[in-house]
């Protein structure tokens, strides 16, 4: 077994260290798979992190762009990143060669909270690679042991294509993969959870027979009476009429649905499927961007003050600390509104400030004092870590005094003065605007709506539209990323600027006419 | 180490490359890569090369932050600041990505995009410069580059092959033929022989939109020779009435309000040429801007007098760029171009505005001289 991916492991100093971090960890609840740290020089890390945490991928310029960009504001002192860590079992995460020893322990706390979280949160479970049929997102095995072997994963879809690329050339492979990689969003992230995806079997259907209550012949008339059968009849016939439609009911995983229907050569299929299994890889971590980072902050300021840091580190710390939950010019920091949610949460269930009498209480005087020792905080982050998700997450748990204390504010573009202005300091506008950006990880919701559009074997996709338009440019170059795998017209029913409108290119020039969504 | 993202990386700096290439006329016209130019490399803004996907408009969606504030007060952070300023940058989603692209790749997309053809040889590279570098071991030289380590190896193989090493008693005695001596190679190079003079008309006439137009050829005009020539040295000499040298600072920004005389300029530059930069060993490039408003007819006659007799024949090429003011007649460049029509060393153009600048610098470094 190839115990280190880089061949880049820990001085015995630092593996000791991890050691005594992971058992203080462990004493306090968290639950983590095996931990491998590497250390790499800047040059490494900077690879590594373009290649979104793995040694091995396919091959894209994209990565190369991210790697310029990292290597040139490393260089000019802009930022480094300290730590990196990836989603796997066992799990692999980075430590920077030549960082202080304190920031060295810093990171491992910080990762152990991490690890916990992929190990133990619900929305993970689907990048488990031996789960079978529908996932479900509660149960909790005994002795949980998924085969998360990523590394494997990636570096085989890196061979995959690879091959692909020697035999019809990098600069065609790539362009498909630009043209996946615009579609890469526009997959259905519960469809592991609710087992989608099941082709129903093909049937011839037969006449129609309306079932009929037994009867004797003289009572035929009045059991089963002639203008309740004629409407069954009909009611069938609609049915068979909405099933004639194709896709039946509107498909959310359009990526699956492409690979299923389009007609694609063998290698462009192979491409497609890399990019929409790495797609769910790593939708995970986009819905979960905020609990992940405050849970991994919540353990790392817990650990580190309360065991690790002896009187000599503690500025350091605090110094590094402080810039990690820094929030400059307005912006949120999720480190930080993550870590000060889950002390909320903790604080909250510490002092009984829950449920109905909590809820119905109006005053403020008693609500300020309230405290019934309960002590269930614990116990309940532990709980939220494992059953949220973002979107649920600031549901739940944000309140009107926590977007009081912590200054949240809402913004808005001003046409007037060309700029963005803060728009509300209101709890509902706040948790509203928060709640659209985290909904589908700020992505739209794109349907298959119609693979035989107007009869013509165009495809017609539908935005369902929540007050926000698509942008304009991107959406006109996507539609030309479809019409590359569809091979025929492609449409998108959106809504622009209040009109519902149909987007269509077919291969030469795009066009726009005003429509309803079923076409 | 090699590294992995290295082909990665070489694919994005291709896409980079082609991207300036599209926009380059955009660039010259713009001058926007001037005043980004480091000692060897231009920074060039680009934009953002990214993967479109169905995503929000910015506009609309807005967002949450964090901070003091009233409603109504502007959010910091760049998409605030940026829109501030007004054009630069209105929409906030439009990243634009900076790319270090080294002066000679630049040239080089210069060249592929306006088809410019590379100066021909004309025999005045030869000046060189030679180096001697030690690059490997030969079986004969002199004494004095014997490679003593080398030497006694062979020396220690041949013993042993023939078997007459003792190990318990390891000396080891080099024949003449066990001898090993360094070898080198010469490296030639040519040394700086190239030299730019820029001439310009800084008269009243002249207003800031030309010394914008006459700063922005210079700068593609270096690049390109700089990618040509090894060394590249450049002049300056600014003229109303009177002519004098001044550095590359105060070329670009001096307004005086005198006259004009062509001729001094001329005269300053041969005066260079003569006592610095001798014709046989330099390759010389004299460029002229002017609005084209001579003093005189008479000083006009001197000028074409030096140039056709002094200047002409010690050049590799003299350009001419006439810049339209307001103010100016714009004769001399028809005076030149009647009494020139033969000489294909003069090359004359003429910049309207910005948008010209393309085509005039391919007029003067399209043929390849």
Redesign the interface.
């Known amino acids: 077994m190839t115990e280190f991916a880089l061949k880049t492991s820990l001085p015995q100093y630092l593996r000791a260290e991890q050691q005594k971090i992971e058992s203080i960890a462990r004493s306090y609840g968290l639950d983590f798979f095996p931990i491998i740290f590497e250390i790499l020089t800047y040059d490494q890390m900077n690879e590594i992190a373009a290649y979104g945490g793995f040694p091995n991928r396919y091959p894209h310029w994209r990565f190369g762009m991210e790697y310029e960009q990292l290597a040139k504001s490393y260089e000019y002192g802009l930022s480094k990143i300290y730590e990196m860590v990836i989603n796997s079992n066992p799990s692999y995460a980075y430590l920077l060669e030549g960082n202080s020893l304190v920031d060295q322990k810093l990171v491992m706390a910080h990762v152990c909270g991490h690890v916990d979280f992929f190990k133990n949160n619900f929305t993970f479970r689907s990048t488990d690679l031996d789960a079978t049929g529908r996932i479900d997102p509660v149960r909790k095995v005994e002795g949980y042991d998924p085969n998360r072997r990523w590394i494997d994963k990636m570096a085989n879809h890196g061979a995959r294509i690879r091959r692909a690329t020697e035999r019809h050339g990098i600069q065609k492979v790539e362009e498909f993969i630009d043209h996946c990689l615009s579609l890469e969003n526009l997959i259905d992230p519960w469809g592991p959870f609710l087992g989608r995806h099941k082709e129903s079997p093909e049937e011839e259907p037969g006449e129609i027979e309306v079932p009929r209550l037994r009867s004797k012949d003289y009572m035929e008339s009045f059991i089963n009476p002639e203008e309740y059968i004629e409407e069954q009849r009909r009611k069938i016939e609609e049915e068979r009429e909405r099933e004639k439609r194709f896709p039946e009911r509107p498909e959310r995983d359009v990526l699956m649905f492409l690979l299923n229907h389009a007609p694609l050569e063998r290698w462009e299929r192979d491409v497609l499927a890399v990019i929409r299994e790495e797609a769910y890889y790593f939708f995970p971590q986009m819905q979960t961007k905020i609990m992940n980072e405050g849970w991994a902050v919540f353990w790392h300021s817990k650990i580190m003050t309360e065991r690790v840091l002896d009187a000599s580190e503690i500025i350091d710390y605090a110094d590094h600390n402080a810039g990690v939950l820094a929030t400059s010019q307005g912006r949120l920091n999720p480190y930080k509104l993550g870590v000060e949610l889950f002390r909320h949460i903790e604080d909250r269930w510490n002092k009984g400030q829950f449920g109905r009498e909590w809820e119905e209480c109006d005053s403020l005087e008693a609500k300020k004092h309230w405290d019934l020792r309960l002590g269930l905080g614990r116990r309940k982050i532990f709980e939220v870590r494992a059953l949220y998700s973002d979107v649920t997450f600031i549901d739940e748990f944000l309140t009107p005094e926590f977007c009081r204390e912590h200054k949240l504010f809402s913004f808005a573009w001003s046409n007037r003065n060309e700029r963005y202005e803060i728009d509300s300091r209101e709890f509902r506008q706040i948790k509203e605007k928060l709640l659209f950006q985290l909904t589908n990880a700020g992505n739209p919701f794109i349907y298959v709506e119609d693979a035989n559009f107007e009869n013509r074997g165009e495809l017609l996709l539908k935005h369902e539209h929540q007050g926000v338009d698509l942008r304009a440019d991107y959406a006109k170059e996507t539609l030309r990323s479809l019409v590359r795998i569809w091979k025929r017209p492609v449409s998108v029913a959106t809504i622009v600027e209040g009109k519902p409108t149909i987007v269509r290119y077919d291969g030469r020039e795009h066009t726009s006419r005003s429509g309803k969504s079923s076409g | 180490m090699s590294?992995?993202?290295d082909?990665?990386?070489?694919?994005?700096?291709?896409?980079v490359r082609g991207k300036i290439r599209q926009n380059l006329r955009k660039y010259i016209s713009h001058g926007e890569l001037i005043g980004r130019k480091g000692k060897d490399l231009v920074s060039v803004p680009i934009p953002q090369?990214d993967?479109?996907?169905?995503?929000?408009?910015?506009?609309?969606?807005?967002?949450?932050?964090?901070?003091?504030?009233?409603?109504?007060?502007?959010?910091?952070?760049d998409?605030?600041q940026e829109?501030?300023q007004?054009k630069a940058g209105q929409d906030?989603?439009e990243h634009v990505?900076e790319?270090?692209v080294t002066l000679d790749e630049l040239a080089a997309i210069l060249g592929e995009e306006l088809e410019l053809p590379d100066i021909q040889d004309k025999g005045k590279s030869k000046i060189t410069s030679a180096k001697d570098r030690y690059t490997g071991i030969r079986r004969v030289g002199p004494e004095s580059l014997r490679h003593f380590k080398r030497t006694y190896r062979e020396a220690l193989k041949r013993m042993i092959a023939a078997g007459t090493f003792r190990p318990d008693r390891p000396i080891v005695v080099p024949v003449p033929d066990d001898k090993r001596y360094r070898s080198w190679k010469t490296d030639v190079e040519p040394v700086a022989n190239a030299v730019i003079i820029y001439m310009m008309d800084v008269s009243g006439s002249m207003g800031d939109e030309q010394k914008e137009i006459v700063r922005i050829e210079s700068f593609w005009i270096d690049t390109w020779l700089k990618a040509q020539y090894k060394g590249l040295e450049s002049r300056y000499i600014i003229h109303d009435a009177v002519a004098r040298e001044v550095d590359r600072d105060t070329f670009f920004h001096t307004r005086e309000s005198g006259g004009t005389m062509i001729s001094s300029a001329y005269k300053l530059c041969l005066k260079m040429i003569e006592d610095d930069y001798p014709w046989s060993e330099w390759n010389i490039y004299p460029f002229h801007f002017s609005d084209g408003d001579n003093w005189s007819m008479d000083d006009t006659l001197t000028c074409v007098e030096l140039l056709k007799t002094k200047l002409l024949p010690q050049v590799n090429m003299f350009g001419y760029g006439q810049v339209e003011s307001p103010y100016g007649s714009g004769q001399f460049i028809k005076d030149l171009r009647e009494l020139f029509s033969k000489e294909d060393r003069l090359v004359t153009s003429e910049i309207r505005d910005k948008d010209a600048i393309v085509n005039s610098i391919k007029e003067f470094l399209g043929k390849g001289k």
């Not at chain 2, 082909?7 to 896409?15: K, M, V, Y």
Request: hydrophobic share 25%; glycine share 26%; aromatic share 6%.
């Open positions: 590294l992995k993202i082909q990665d990386h070489s694919r994005f700096r291709n896409i090369i993967i479109p996907r169905f995503r929000f408009g910015d506009r609309q969606q807005g967002g949450v932050g964090q901070g003091d504030g009233e409603v109504g007060d502007p959010v910091g952070g998409d605030g829109n501030g007004g906030p989603g990505l790319v270090d």
